[in-house]
């Protein structure tokens, strides 16, 4: 199930000491997060099975299913970013930086991850208040508050803020413009 997102420590390289403990948090998160999503996607498709059976088999449609549908996919996307993140699954274009001479390669990587970080900060804190701002609002189906979907986006955040920190060490300390081993 981890895929690429092995550790260094996982792997029997060697990981440095500064970052050894993150990546042991950032590994048990990505799993976790992993089998939420499996979790996630199962539970959409008993709710869209319910939602066709009742509305074309029972002629007896519920009204609850694909507003429920929605809300696990937009979980879903939030909990899965992460998990691509750590795989290096995001879209990327590397055609400049792999030219690069080893050390202003590992800068730019740097600088990279730094921008990712404020961007990844601004998220998590304005998602928080948006959060926070609409947890008196009820979905229109579900009695759930509007919170419980926008907090999707600060968690996620908070996820890829420590994936990007990990990386980031483990390019300062291993020397390379490479994240991972």
């Known amino acids: 199930m981890t895929g690429d997102a092995t550790t260094a420590s996982e792997r029997g390289a060697a990981v440095p000491p500064l970052v050894a403990p993150l990546a042991r948090l950032t590994a048990a998160l990505d799993r976790a997060a992993c089998w939420t999503c499996v979790a996630l996607f199962m ?43 750590r795989r290096g699954n995001h879209i990327v274009i590397t055609v400049v930086s792999e030219r690069l001479p080893p050390r202003l390669g590992r800068i730019v990587g740097l600088a990279t991850h730094a921008m990712a970080l404020f961007f990844l900060v601004q998220l998590a804190i304005q998602g ?38 990990e990386a980031a060490w483990r390019i300062l300390a291993n020397r390379t413009r490479e994240a991972r081993p």
């Open 128 to 165: 928080t208040i948006l959060a926070v701002r609409s947890h008196t609002v009820e979905a229109i189906t579900l009695p759930i508050p509007w919170s419980m979907i926008y907090v999707a986006a600060p968690i996620s955040a908070v996820l890829m803020l420590l994936e990007t920190i």
């Open 43 to 85: 539970a959409i498709l008993v709710t869209m099975v319910l939602q066709v059976t009742f509305r074309y088999a029972l002629a007896a449609p519920l009204t609850w299913t694909e507003e429920l549908a929605r809300y696990l996919y937009i979980w879903a996307c939030w909990l899965g970013a992460p998990v691509a993140l």
